[in-house]
């Protein structure tokens, strides 16, 4: 019995498998939204997972010049880091299958593992559209963690913990992106770019260089690599929603929030054209960072005057 309990847990509840048709219906929100934006029809609700069956009936094609441990085991990394980090978070409202003190570290690594395994894919091989898509990859990574990282800190020490469990009951009586607007924005911000959405989508500029780092790539490896940007989508929104818009009490709480999150981000996707890489990189670490940076040194004298 508790075999099976864990076997359910594991791959529906609210995980696996629930966990990728969410990613695949967000990301149909996502484009459907942007879509309406820009007078288009936008696709059908099945579009996602209609690509999905498609990619994965297809062949996986190896270029000659890879190392084909690397090439075939990136794509699976890069899916079980995002589903690893979504056993510490409080999905759809319930309380994370796993927790443990200093869990909020831990989680922001493994959101950063897929792009670090896009970056190794592009230079696992000798296309040029690959290598400079690994290298817009990796130095936008570099430049958007640590942002991202500093504004859900910024909760985290206002709750006293560093386990994402507490910092989301702490939350639901408090609205800290009213006491926190910078590290709100820069969240949300920093998580498109680590998503390498529009407009800081210049890692994989398709007018440009094809399709990025994973030019070469097809078949199941390359929907492997979506399926875990999808997941990636879906854990960093409950995130944000958790530490900056209340916490998340329920699946009706954890859906409200969440999709006005992905509202928010559809316009800034429609109103932004793509920024140039120098642009992501240079603009965003120079204020993003010495911002939120300030607003965290303001909680901790604030913290430190309070009886």
Same mark, same amino acid.
């Given at each position: ?6 076997? &359910? ?16 219906? %967000?990301? =149909? ?19 996602? /997972? ?20 690397? /090439? &075939? ?13 979504? #056993? ?20 922001? %690594? ?11 894919? +592009? =230079? ?10 690994? @290298? ?5 990574? &570099?430049? %958007? ?25 702490? !939350?639901?009586?408090? =609205? ?23 407009? /800081?989508? !210049? ?10 780092? #994973?030019?070469? %790539? ?9 399926? +875990? ?8 929104? @409950?995130?944000?929603?958790? /530490? ?7 699946? +009706? ?9 992905? &509202? ?8 932004? @054209? ?8 240079? #603009?965003? =670490? ?22």
């Amino acid at each position: 019995m508790n075999t099976l309990a864990s076997f &359910f847990t594991i791959l529906i509840y609210p995980a696996g498998l629930t966990l990728i048709l969410f990613g695949m219906f %967000y990301e =149909w929100i996502d484009r459907k939204l942007v879509a309406r934006f820009q007078n288009r029809a936008g696709p059908r609700w099945f579009q996602p /997972f209609a690509d999905a069956v498609k990619l994965l009936a297809k062949e996986q094609i190896q270029p000659g010049i890879v190392n084909p441990y690397l /090439f &075939f085991a990136l794509p699976i990394v890069a899916i079980a880091g995002a589903s690893t980090a979504a #056993l510490y978070v409080p999905l759809m409202g319930f309380t994370p299958p796993s927790s443990f003190s200093g869990d909020l570290i831990v989680t922001l %690594y493994l959101l950063s593992l897929p792009t670090m395994c896009v970056g190794l894919a +592009g =230079w696992n091989t000798s296309s040029r559209f690959s290598l400079i898509g690994a @290298t817009r990859a990796l130095t936008q990574l &570099f430049a %958007y963690e640590a942002p991202f990282m500093l504004a859900l800190l910024g909760p985290a020490l206002v709750a006293g913990s560093w386990q994402i469990g507490e910092i989301n009951e702490y !939350a639901q009586t408090r =609205w800290l992106i009213l006491s926190q607007p910078i590290g709100f924005i820069v969240a949300l911000i920093g998580l498109m770019g680590k998503l390498e959405l529009p407009p /800081f989508d !210049a890692p994989e500029a398709e007018t440009e260089i094809v399709a990025g780092a #994973l030019t070469e %790539y097809s078949g199941r490896g390359l929907m492997m690599f979506k399926i +875990g940007k999808s997941i990636e989508l879906v854990v960093g929104l @409950t995130l944000v929603s958790a /530490f900056y818009l209340g916490g998340l009490s329920g699946i +009706g709480s954890f859906l409200l929030k969440s999709v006005a999150l992905l &509202f928010l981000m559809s316009v800034m996707q429609t109103l932004f @054209t793509r920024f140039r890489i120098d642009q992501t990189v240079g #603009l965003w =670490w120079r204020f993003g960072a010495i911002l939120v940076l300030a607003q965290i040194v303001v909680i901790i004298l604030w913290k430190g005057y309070m009886p």
